[in-house]
């Protein structure tokens, strides 16, 4: 974390700027001001960027964090050209009810509310025992995509799901696509 500016002070003195910015795990409230920074500051002109506030699965926050860090992460998901969510971590930045079953409408109201002029993808979406998928909510418009539930899950799929996103992405493919 006491790393990060001067990391960034060197990226400023290099002129460099990024096409792409991709966050997911962060560690601290410190992080997320340094991230936003690095948002606001290091992005060229048609920079995508996309944050996975990883902090939160099956209704829970991970133990490390509490609300504020929750009303944190809205903050940078706000300056997020794509917010890439499961369902937990978008019912702490909404302040929406977690549920574990729910419908299409509960599900178009929670990516109603995550959405800040952003496109929100998110994860874990089932509408079907045995089967999970991921909505796409852009432009006002709802997209779907679902496949066979693996019996068994592991952590890391999340943040291997949103890397293999952001590279589909920058390689020309469409956020539904991706």
């Known amino acids: 974390t006491d790393d990060m500016p001067s990391i960034v002070n060197h990226w400023r003195k290099e002129n460099i700027s990024f096409d792409a910015i991709y966050t997911g795990y962060l560690g601290s409230i410190k992080q997320i001001g340094y991230v936003k920074d690095i948002i606001k500051t290091m992005g060229n002109e048609t920079a995508v960027t996309v944050v996975d506030p990883a902090m939160a699965d099956n209704g829970k926050l991970y133990p490390l964090f509490n609300e504020e860090y929750a009303k944190e992460m809205r903050y940078l998901c706000d300056e997020a050209s794509i917010v890439l969510p499961n369902i937990t971590e978008a019912c702490f930045l909404t302040g929406k009810e977690y549920k574990e079953e729910y419908d299409e409408d509960y599900i178009l109201d929670l990516v109603k509310a995550l959405s800040n002029d952003n496109v929100v993808v998110l994860t874990g979406v ?28 592991c952590h890391g799929t999340g943040d291997v799901y949103a890397s293999a996103f952001v590279g589909a992405l920058l390689k020309g493919k469409t956020k539904f696509e991706a």
């Not at 909505?135 to 899950?153: P, T, W």
């Open 126 to 153: 089932s509408y079907r025992e045995g089967y999970t998928g991921v909505v796409v909510y852009e432009n006002e418009e709802l997209s779907y995509y679902e496949h066979e539930k693996q019996a068994k899950s």
